[in-house]
Nanobody
C-alpha cells in the first residue's frame, strides 16, 4: 500500500488549495479514504472522510462548508478541495486508507495559511 499526497503550499487567508492523494497497492474503490491534519503541538484530527462506492462524506466541524472531499476511483485518487482557508488550517495534511482492521498513512503535505 502506498499513499502519496501532493498539492500543499503557502497561501494567504481566504485563498484555496486542492490536495491530492494518489493510492496504489490495493483495490482503491473498495475502501474508505480520509484526510487528517496535525498542527504543531496538537493531536491529529479528522478533516474529512469519503465512503467507497456510495460516495457518502463526513467532515470535521471546523471545516464544514469550506472543504470538500472527493474521489476518482478510475485514478485511485482522493482529493481535498479547501476553500476560504484560515490561519488555523495550517497543518500537515495526511491521507489515510482504512483497509480491514489496518490504517495506512501517506507522508503528509504541509499547508500553511499566512498573510
Amino acid at each position: 500500500v502506498q499513499l502519496v499526497e501532493s498539492g500543499g503550499g503557502l497561501v494567504q487567508p481566504g485563498e484555496s488549495l486542492r490536495l491530492s492523494c494518489a493510492a496504489s497497492g490495493f483495490t482503491f474503490s473498495r475502501y474508505i479514504m480520509s484526510w487528517y491534519r496535525q498542527a504543531p503541538g496538537k493531536e491529529r484530527e479528522l478533516v474529512a472522510v469519503i465512503i467507497n462506492a456510495v460516495g457518502a462524506t463526513n467532515y470535521g466541524d471546523s471545516v464544514k462548508g469550506r472543504f470538500t472531499i472527493s474521489r476518482d476511483n478510475t485514478k485511485s485518487t482522493v482529493y481535498l478541495q479547501m476553500n476560504s482557508l484560515k490561519p488555523e488550517d495550517t497543518a500537515v495534511y495526511y491521507c489515510k486508507a482504512a483497509i480491514g482492521d489496518r490504517s495506512y498513512w501517506g507522508q503528509g503535505t504541509q499547508v500553511t495559511v499566512s498573510s
